[in-house]
């Protein structure tokens, strides 16, 4: 009975530890949103202006000539928005492009809007081509990254008067986020914490990111400069939540309406994309193809920064002659 009881009290005085432990995570954290989220969207924002879409603002870069083409470059799940693209933007300027890159409300320096719905795939994709019609952008290269592919995709089936050609660098196009990291949003306080902690600018926030690269340096310090500045606006952290809730939910556009060619670029070692939902669009976009980059994973577009920019310079320059 003495060594059930010393075992029992030892399973007790873990559970105590680990509930300490987690008590006192989710009060860092939420103690860390409430007071580094104090500032506005033009805070540490040194580039780009912002343009006024449902009278909310949203905030672009551009490079190059107004007579070039156009390149649009839409990122994808990440606080740092355009940020994440590197130096992609300039380097395909000076190749002869003008290019847009945008950061999608909730992220970036973009507008934080109070309203969960307004993170829907349909919702990006409709501010997208407002964006994109305020300009005067049509039949443009459009670029995604990550579930910015989701967003190019659904333009295209939506508007595909803005899209003369697609570029999807390593598409996520179903929910990268497991059903636990689900449940824990529907925790008050917790929520709050563990967004933070793992993605917006916690301390698991680098780790995470940078488990899916071959190259831990491919995200360098000047867009960690970036995700610090962006963590610091007022409703970072809550926007996040809201995307993660409706990126859940997102259903696969109808792809097999795009006439648009489009090319699929993948790391080979990237850990986030299943080969599965590779060759489902494939099989849907009837004018796509498919090119594997080796030693590079989730952001080929920085770890293999030239063969990514020849790629779509290629892309671009093949489809629109």
Same mark, same amino acid.
């Given at each position: 009975m003495s060594f059930l009881r010393s075992i029992a009290n030892s399973l007790l005085a873990i559970i105590l530890f680990c509930l300490i432990i987690l008590v006192l995570l989710v009060g860092y954290g939420a103690f860390m949103v409430r007071v580094s989220e104090q500032n506005g969207l033009d805070y540490g924002a040194q580039e780009g202006v912002w343009v006024w879409i449902d009278e909310h603002p949203i905030h672009?870069?551009? +490079?190059?000539?107004?007579?070039?083409?156009?390149? *649009?470059? *839409?990122?994808?799940?990440?606080?740092? %928005? #355009? $940020?994440?693209?590197?130096?992609? %933007?300039?380097?395909?300027?000076?190749? @002869?492009?003008?290019?847009?890159? *945008?950061?999608?409300?909730?992220?970036?320096?973009?507008?934080?809007?109070?309203?969960?719905?307004?993170?829907?795939?349909?919702?990006? $994709?409709?501010?997208?081509?407002?964006?994109?019609?305020?300009?005067?952008?049509?039949?443009? /290269?459009?670029?995604?990254?990550? +579930?910015?592919?989701? *967003?190019?995709?659904?333009?295209?089936?939506?508007?595909?008067?803005?899209?003369?050609?697609l570029v999807l660098v390593s598409p996520v196009v179903e929910s990268p986020f497991e059903e636990w990291q689900m449940r824990i949003l529907d925790v008050p306080w917790l929520d709050q914490a563990y967004a933070w902690t793992a993605h917006t600018g916690g301390p698991v926030a680098r780790i995470l990111r940078q488990s899916s690269l071959t190259k831990l340096n491919a995200l360098d310090s000047d867009y960690w400069a970036?995700?610090?500045?962006?963590?610091?606006?007022?409703?970072? /952290?809550?926007?996040?939540?809201?995307?993660? #809730?409706?990126?859940?939910?997102?259903?696969?556009?109808?792809? #097999?309406?795009?006439?648009?060619?489009?090319?699929?670029?993948? @790391?080979?070692?990237?850990?986030?994309?299943?080969? @599965?939902?590779?060759?489902?669009?494939?099989?849907?976009?009837?004018?796509s193809e498919e090119e594997v980059l080796d030693e590079s994973g989730h952001y080929p577009h920085l770890e293999q920064r030239i063969r990514v920019l020849s790629e779509i310079a290629s892309q671009a320059s093949a489809n629109s002659d």
């Open positions: 672009t870069q551009t +490079w190059g000539s107004d007579e070039a083409p156009w390149i *649009v470059l *839409v990122h994808g799940l990440d606080p740092a %928005g #355009s $940020a994440s693209w590197g130096t992609l %933007g300039k380097d395909l300027s000076k190749q @002869g492009y003008h290019v847009l890159a *945008v950061d999608l409300e909730g992220m970036g320096h973009s507008y934080r809007n109070p309203d969960p719905a307004a993170y829907d795939l349909d919702s990006q $994709a409709n501010r997208l081509a407002q964006l994109l019609n305020e300009k005067r952008i049509k039949e443009a /290269t459009i670029v995604g990254h990550d +579930w910015g592919c989701a *967003v190019a995709l659904q333009l295209a089936v939506d508007q595909p008067q803005f899209v003369g050609q970036a995700l610090r500045k962006v963590s610091r606006i007022e409703a970072t /952290t809550q926007s996040w939540i809201y995307l993660m #809730s409706r990126v859940d939910t997102a259903q696969l556009p109808q792809v #097999s309406q795009i006439e648009s060619p489009t090319l699929i670029l993948r @790391g080979a070692k990237d850990p986030l994309i299943s080969e @599965g939902s590779i060759k489902t669009l494939l099989i849907l976009i009837d004018q």
